[in-house]
Structures are given as C-alpha cells and as structure tokens.
Nanobody, 122 residues
Framework: VQLQASGGGLVQTGGSLRLSCAASGRTFGIGVMGWFRRAPGKEREFVSALTWGGSGTSYADSVKGRLTISKDNAKNTVYLQMNSLKPEDTAVYYC????????????????WGQGTLVTVSS
C-alpha cells in the first residue's frame, strides 16, 4: 500500500486546514486509516483514526472538537479537517494504514505516508 499525504501548510492560530491521504496499491483488506503527528523535539503521537469498512472513529483528547476525520471509500482517501488550530498543533502529520482494527496504537500500523508539515503561527 502506498500513501500520499497532502494539504499541509502555514496557517495562523484559529485557522483551518484539510489534510488528505490517498491510498493506492493493494488496498484490499485495509482495516483502519489513521493520522499521527510528530512535533519538533517530541515523539510521534496518535491524532485520529477511523475504521475503513465501518463508522468507528477515535481522537486524541488534545484534538477532540477541533479535528474531524472522514473518508471517501470510492477514492481510497481519508481526510483530516483541522479547525481552530493552535501553535501546539505544529507538527509533521503522517497518515498510516493497518489491516487490523486497532485504532490508536502505532505499532499496529503497517504502512506510512511521507508526512505533511503543518505550521501554526501565533
């Protein structure tokens, strides 16, 4: 599975961005698509994920109410709508896929995109 993330950029505090992640290749059997992020000087952390064949979603507490994950199965694409952005959201955002149904644990994810940088200025 190949993952292509896009949509990152520079935005002011309170602004919005929408990230996209398109999956290609052997997409049959995808269980979960998710987003993680790595802020400068910090470890990568879970942001949000959804079940590909169902309606289950999960969010990190730090982004609940501000970020929304969605999907387009026909396009094999997952989106992350990011509203009310804060400087602490500044990070490289990675999309990832696993064929299991674990949403939040990084080690379950088998395939990773290249990352897209989100910078929120204060």
């Amino acid at each position: 599975v190949q993952l292509q993330a896009s949509g990152g950029g520079l935005v002011q505090t309170g602004g919005s961005l929408r990230l996209s992640c398109a999956a290609s290749g052997r997409t049959f059997g995808i269980g979960v698509m998710g987003w993680f992020r790595r802020a400068p000087g910090k470890e990568r952390e879970f942001v949000s994920a959804l079940t590909w064949g169902g309606s289950g979603t999960s969010y990190a507490d730090s982004v609940k109410g501000r970020l929304t994950i969605s999907k387009d199965n026909a396009k094999n694409t997952v989106y992350l709508q990011m509203n009310s952005l804060k400087p602490e959201d500044t990070a490289v955002y990675y999309c990832a896929v696993n064929r299991d149904y674990e949403l939040r644990i990084e080690s379950y994810y088998d395939y990773w995109g290249q990352g897209t940088l989100v910078t929120v200025s204060s």
